[in-house]
């Protein structure tokens, strides 16, 4: 948490000026592996990247965020995705709510309920309940701790290690863990007019499983990992 | 706007959508995949605004009948009642969980509405070639990147309850209707926003000065 407070906007001559970038600059950008210049994905705009280790870069003139960096980034994402995949386990081996009204008792876990929309015919829905609450969770930790093991004991990068990546970025639009615990906690007291509900221990892994893959996101640091998982070489 | 700062495009770059390795143009055209990670490469994500506009509008058309349609059909003792999600939010309000009923008015409703909007004032800003506060408008579209998942919650809440309340004769909860065109909503806006490329906006400045 500390390296927010380093937050530091790029200064305005870190910013490309037309006429400034000589071409052999230009040529070791594209050509070399690490690059000197970065342009920023929502505007395009083209910045110089400073000589800092730690810290949050900003886009000079959309403000967009460029680069995070923190110290020890393949370690932290590491110990934070494996965490989050005990947690992940957790979450889905035990009942989250538990209905008790009279003598009946009726619990449930997140692959029952989606069992049930698939039931009552509604397939798309619980194929997208399962893609965006199991299945693409599930892959991103696995994708993660597939590259940043390696990394972590300094072996060369892993076959296809990029395009899993690629992939683990391509789907994090697509992960809504904490949508359905805010799900959840909506269901717990709508339905606390009609019985006692009982949470569970999935509930509460849950809620700690959000934290934890948000820190995984958040101390991994793309363009140092691009430079490592490099195909070329 | 100061003339002496450069885009990629400017420079004859191509910025990898996925790794953000600059590629030349030259061998962006020739070679359309990033030697780095092997994603597809393109200057401007392409036919942005065709295919924001397409989305947009089939999340419109969605939209109706998942506001008017019941999202649950709940059975108790033989009683059938079908709730919408705007009579679910009333329900709340009245019952006097009115947090309950904010936070699935903010979700179900304001932040779907309020996404497409959004998304045609960007959409005519970059085809009208308006100049007004671009930074903002970034903003915004960030903004509906960010907030779009949210609406996911009442999908989330009726598996919940479908899920949890059977208990045979005395009550159950069916999802209804509604529930399947309301989550095409929220997949559209979804795939709307990834369509749409942010850069439009500062190239039409760039070009009209």
């Not at chain 2, 790794?19 to 393109?42: F, K, N």
């Not at chain 2, 408008?137 to 309340?165: F, H, K, P, Q």
Request: net charge positive; charged share 15%; proline share 5%.
């Amino acid at each position: 948490m500390s390296a927010k407070h380093l937050q530091c906007e790029s200064s305005p001559e870190s910013r490309i000026d037309t006429r400034s970038v000589s071409e052999p600059e230009r040529v070791a950008t594209t050509h070399s592996g690490a690059s000197t210049l970065i342009a920023c994905h929502d505007c395009d705009l083209l910045h110089r990247l400073p000589e800092r280790k730690t810290g949050l870069l900003l886009c000079s003139r959309c403000g967009a965020v460029l680069r995070r960096q923190k110290p020890d980034t393949v370690e932290r994402s590491l110990a934070w995705t494996t965490a989050a995949l005990i947690l992940f386990i957790l979450s889905n081996s035990f009942p989250f709510l538990a209905m008790k009204t009279g003598g009946l008792v009726q619990e449930t876990t997140l692959l029952t309920g989606i069992r049930e929309l698939w039931k009552q015919e509604l397939h798309g829905l619980a194929i997208l309940v399962l893609l965006t609450c199991v299945l693409v969770p599930l892959a991103q930790m696995l994708g993660l701790l597939y590259i940043l093991v390696p990394l972590h004991f300094h072996r060369r990068p892993v076959p296809y290690a990029g395009r899993i990546y690629r992939l683990v970025q391509e789907v994090a639009p697509w992960g809504m863990m904490e949508v359905f615990m805010m799900g959840i906690l909506v269901a717990l007291v709508k339905l606390g007019h009609m019985a006692t509900i009982v949470p569970g221990i999935s509930v509460f892994s849950f809620g700690a499983l959000i934290f934890v893959m948000a820190a995984a996101f958040s101390s991994l640091d793309p363009i140092l990992l691009w430079d490592r998982l490099d195909l070329r070489r | 706007m100061s003339k002496s700062a450069a885009t990629a495009l400017e420079l004859g770059l191509v910025n990898c959508h996925d790794c953000h390795l600059l590629v030349e143009l030259e061998q962006a055209r020739r070679h359309p995949h990033c030697p780095r990670c092997g994603a597809h490469l393109h200057a401007r994500k392409p036919n942005s605004l065709a295919r924001t506009w397409a989305l947009v509008w089939a999340a419109i058309i969605f939209i109706v009948p998942a506001n008017v349609l019941p999202m649950t059909v709940t059975t108790t003792l033989g009683a059938k009642q079908a709730d919408t999600i705007m009579s679910g939010v009333i329900y709340f309000m009245q019952s006097g969980s009115w947090e309950i009923a904010a936070v699935i008015f903010i979700a179900s409703v304001f932040v779907p509405f309020a996404k497409l909007c959004i998304l045609i004032f960007l959409l005519c800003s970059v085809q009208f070639r308006w100049g007004w506060r671009p930074k903002d408008r970034t903003s915004l579209y960030r903004l509906t990147e960010l907030v779009g998942r949210w609406s996911m919650v009442d999908i989330y809440v009726v598996t919940i309850l479908v899920a949890l309340v059977k208990l045979g004769a005395v009550a159950a909860i069916e999802a209804g209707p509604a529930a399947v065109y309301f989550a095409a909503v929220v997949v559209t806006t979804m795939f709307a926003a990834e369509s749409f490329d942010p850069r439009l906006i500062w190239d039409v400045l760039e070009e009209d000065v």
